[in-house]
Structures are given as structure tokens and as C-alpha cells.
């Protein structure tokens, strides 16, 4: 049996779409879920002779369930840039990864692939929100492309990940990467699939709009954190409208508390200028995870909320 395991974000999507248009597996069961759903790995079952690809999910949360797989006598194919921790060795483990703020799963694949399939890591790329990296892959690429749409996709699929569970979501992740790989590339996807591209940047756009009045906890030189209610459209945003204020103020931290359940879904940005620390704010934090550039946590209890600003302060102040 094949598993495609990936995070339903723009960067995971397109790193599976890479990998597939140079090794085809028509048959692999997917295995996907909202961004935050990274514990991927504890929903592949055990099995001799399985084949299971994982690609953008944390290897530091899928640790155990890796191990498990690869003694049950499954090859595992690991491809990632969230922090890993500790991987251990071993003959059906291959790893391709790296923490490098500046890299992401897509442009990892991309490597590998020695470009084969550019356009797709470029939207991957600019759907984390690496453009410089996005625009280095451009440079290398025979032909040239609209970046301006590339992007525009890249954010809005990135955009489309972001719920508290598929409810949330306009489209299912596992059903939006099968749509955009039947798509010989990017470009090809803009001109064929224009409904596709236009439900979710309209979207995107009436959840943006809903979120630029949304109130400011903290608003000063270095540091803004906008509170966002307890409503689909605002755990839709809460990722790429933190992007989106990291784009307009690249010397600022950014975060975005969503209201949920009684406490917050909390999304980090590093300053683009300066893109550390996001990781060790959260990981300071019982659900918090994610990368030095951009980070989150699952659930803040409202009496953290002081001592999350304290530490927020106290990276980038
Ligand atoms: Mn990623």
C-alpha cells in the first residue's frame, strides 16, 4: 500500500504534486487534514512492504508513529522543514530536511527534483510566505510566468488550509489536491480551472476585508497582536492575515489570537526582516509548535494570555 501523507496547506499540496508528476501512484490513499492537523502519521495503519511518503508535517510530532511504521517493515520518505528533533537512523527511514528559515517542503522537493517541476514549488513557496525564495526558483526557470498570479494562488490555497477542522474550510484539502494535480502546471491550472482560482481568492478577499477592523491587543514598534471573534471567516484568516501585516510591517512581530473554546488559537510571525524566535514564543507553551519564522498554538487558555504577550516581548521587544 502507498500513503501520500501531507499537510493540506499550498506548501504541501504542491510537494506531493511535484513528487507525483515524476513518480505516479494513482492509487495512494491520502491522508490529509486543516494546517494544524500535523499528527498525520498516527492515521497511516501499520503494514509490511507499505510505502508511505510524508511531506510538510513536523517529524518532531510524528516521531512515534514513524518508528512504528518503519518497524512494522514499512518505507518511510520524509520530507519537511518544521522542526524535527531528534531523528534516529534507520534502512526504510530517507530524510530530506531541513529547519532553514528561508527553505520550505516545496522547494526541498523542488531540489530533488532538480527543478523539474518549478512552477509547482513556486506556488508552494509563495504560499508560505517565502517569496524571496519563490522569486530565487523564478530566476532559474527557461520560461517566464505571471508571478503576480502564482502568488495570488500560492496565497489563497495557503489561505484555504487554515480551520479549526474541514468544516471550516471552502475546500477539502485531499479533494483540492486532486484537482490541481490533474493540471500539467500552475499556469496551465489559471487558464483551465478559472473557477477553482476565483472561489478562493473571492473568499480570501470577503475574509480579509472582515478582518482588517478586527481590535489590537497590542499595537506599538515592534509588536502587534489583533484578536480575531469566534467565527469561521476568522480561524479561515488567522494564518494569512498574520502574512499579510508581516508583508505591510517587516520590522514588526506579528500575532493573531483567534477565539475558541474558551481560550485562543494563536498564530506567529517573526519580523520578515528578522524571521526567528516565532517557534521558541509557542514551544513555551503546552500545544504550541512550528517553525522559527512562523509558529502557533493549538489552544492558550485565557489566563496564559499575559504571560504569551510577556514572552512575545521578550523575543522581539
Ligand atoms: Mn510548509
Given amino acids: 500500500m502507498d500513503y501520500d501523507v501531507f499537510n493540506g496547506d ?97 522547494a526541498l522537493i523542488n531540489g530533488r527534483l532538480r527543478g523539474e517541476f518549478s512552477e509547482w ?81 473571492d473568499a480570501y478577499r470577503l475574509d480579509m476585508h472582515a478582518a482588517q477592523s478586527a481590535p489590537r491587543a497590542v499595537d506599538d514598534d515592534d509588536l502587534v497582536v489583533v484578536s480575531l471573534p469566534d467565527a469561521p471567516w476568522s480561524r479561515r484568516v488567522s494564518g494569512v492575515l498574520g502574512n499579510d501585516l508581516a508583508n505591510q510591517s517587516p520590522n514588526k512581530a506579528h500575532a493573531v489570537l483567534t477565539d475558541v473554546d474558551g481560550g485562543y488559537l494563536v498564530s506567529v510571525r517573526a ?6 524566535g516565532a517557534d521558541d514564543v509557542c514551544r513555551q507553551f503546552e500545544t504550541g509548535g512550528g517553525r522559527a519564522a512562523a509558529a502557533g498554538i493549538n489552544h492558550l487558555s485565557r489566563e496564559e494570555l499575559g504571560r504569551f504577550i510577556d514572552a512575545l516581548r521578550q523575543q522581539f521587544g
Fill in 10 to 106: 499550498a506548501d504541501g499540496i504542491c510537494a506531493l504534486i511535484q513528487l507525483r508528476r515524476a513518480d505516479p501512484k494513482p492509487d495512494a490513499t491520502l491522508i490529509t487534514g486543516v494546517k494544524r492537523d500535523i499528527e498525520l502519521l498516527q492515521r497511516v495503519p501499520s503494514g509490511e512492504g507499505s510505502r508511505v511518503t510524508a511531506l510538510d508535517i513536523s517529524f518532531d510530532k510524528n516521531r512515534d508513529d514513524c518508528i512504528r511504521l518503519i518497524e512494522a517493515g514499512a518505507d518511510v520518505f520524509f520530507c519537511d522543514h518544521h522542526f524535527a528533533g531528534n531523528v534516529p537512523e534507520h534502512e526504510r527511514l530517507t530524510v530530506l530536511m531541513s529547519a532553514s528559515p528561508e527553505v520550505c517542503t516545496s
Fill in 121 to 201: 514549488a513556486v506556488v508552494g513557496c509563495f504560499g508560505d510566505n517565502l517569496d524571496t525564495t519563490a522569486d530565487t526558483i523564478i530566476g532559474k526557470m527557461a520560461s517566464s510566468v505571471d508571478r503576480e498570479a502564482l502568488r495570488q494562488l500560492g496565497v489563497c490555497i495557503n489561505y484555504n488550509a487554515y480551520g479549526a477542522s474541514a468544516a471550516d474550510l471552502h475546500i477539502e484539502p485531499a479533494a483540492l489536491y486532486r484537482r490541481m494535480q490533474q493540471h500539467n502546471s500552475p499556469t496551465a491550472l489559471l487558464s483551465d480551472d478559472r473557477e477553482l482560482f476565483e472561489t478562493l481568492t
Fill in 271 to 276: 519580523p520578515l526582516n528578522n524571521r526567528t
